[in-house]
């Protein structure tokens, strides 16, 4: 089981490093750009409650898909609980799309404090990403939407502090 564990942690950090890790950003189709599609997903919580994505609409939405097998993942993820912490209240909403299963994802929320929902998108995921602009697939990957529903920025590999800062500090500013 460790034994795949790091090799699927390998291939996310090569799929990564490949990558780059440098932004994506996509002139395609309407959902790359306006984000209906990210709103208007459905998916269940750690309950097994059905959450809509729409419903933080008006806010800056970071929208982050990862996974507990995904070092990079699991490195970023307490910035965000950080961001959360501290922008919360100034209409930042973090939510992690968790390409896994339930019960992992819970065991690792209660390990980093996880104060943001984390919705189950399993390997389904992965798919909804790609729409999104995640042509390889891999993971992290961050999409965030402003407050008027439109694709501000795509992410692929693990987000830094300062650059965090900086987008979010600008999306803030946007009326």
Not at 38 to 47: I, M, Q, S
Not at 96 to 115: H, T
Not at 153 to 161: D, S, W, Y
Request: glycine share 12%; net charge positive; aromatic share 8%.
């Amino acid at each position: 089981m460790k034994r795949r564990t790091i090799l699927a942690g390998g291939l996310v950090a090569a799929a990564t490093a490949f990558a780059g890790g440098v932004a994506f950003f996509h002139s395609g189709d309407r959902a790359r750009r306006d984000g209906a599609a990210l709103l208007g997903t459905v998916l269940p919580d750690l309950d097994g409650h059905d959450q809509a994505l729409a419903q933080w609409h008006g806010k800056v939405l970071v929208v982050n898909f990862w996974a507990t097998w995904c070092a990079p993942c699991r490195e970023e993820m307490p910035q965000f609980v950080a961001a959360q912490a501290a922008r919360g209240a100034k209409s930042v909403q973090f939510v992690g799309i968790a390409v896994d299963q339930a019960d992992k994802v819970r065991e690792f929320a209660k390990q980093i404090g996880l104060n943001y929902p984390a919705l189950i998108g399993g390997f389904g995921a992965i798919e909804l990403s790609k729409s999104l602009g995640n042509d390889l697939g891999a993971l992290p990957f961050t999409v965030v939407i402003d407050r008027q529903g439109r694709v501000a920025e795509r992410h692929l590999g693990p987000l830094v502090q300062p650059g965090l800062d900086r987008m979010l500090d600008r999306l803030l500013k946007q009326a």
